[in-house]
Nanobody
Framework: QVQLVESGGGLVQAGGSLRLSCAAS????????MGWFRQAPGQEREFVGT????????YYADSVKGRFTISRDNAKNTVSLQMISLKPEDTAVYYC?????????????????WGQGTQVTVSS
């Protein structure tokens, strides 16, 4: 069982930056591909990006590529999402998720564990 807790959300002006963190419980954090997703009101949950188990490789949605960076610290059981040049359309609840099987190079929503989400609001 893995529990994921996101933090770092908030209100920011367009063009600003935020860093989200996700803390994971458990002893096998480095066995999981970690993903970030987001969901805006009235919309389906959307893929943001993933990071491989060792943290070497990442994969991003086109909408965030070049602005968002995912990193992880397996010693601390954490994964982060650094967001810069934020836009109002980035406003959403952001979720981290953990998946035991499969490659990081997969934007699908099938994950074993999900966090509760953290709200990011970007004002224009």
């Amino acid at each position: 069982q893995v529990q994921l807790v996101e933090s770092g959300g908030g209100l920011v002006q367009a063009g600003g930056s935020l860093r989200l963190s996700c803390a994971a419980s458990g002893r096998t954090f480095d066995s999981y591909v970690m993903g970030w997703f987001r969901q805006a009101p009235g919309q389906e949950r959307e893929f943001v990006g993933t990071i491989s188990r060792g943290g070497i490789s990442t994969y991003y949605a086109d909408s965030v590529k070049g602005r968002f960076t995912i990193s992880r610290d397996n010693a601390k059981n954490t994964v982060s999402l650094q967001m810069i040049s934020l836009k109002p359309e980035d406003t959403a609840v952001y979720y981290c998720a953990a998946r035991m099987r499969g490659s990081y190079y997969d934007s699908g929503p099938i994950y074993d564990y999900w966090g509760q989400g953290t709200q990011v609001t970007v004002s224009s």
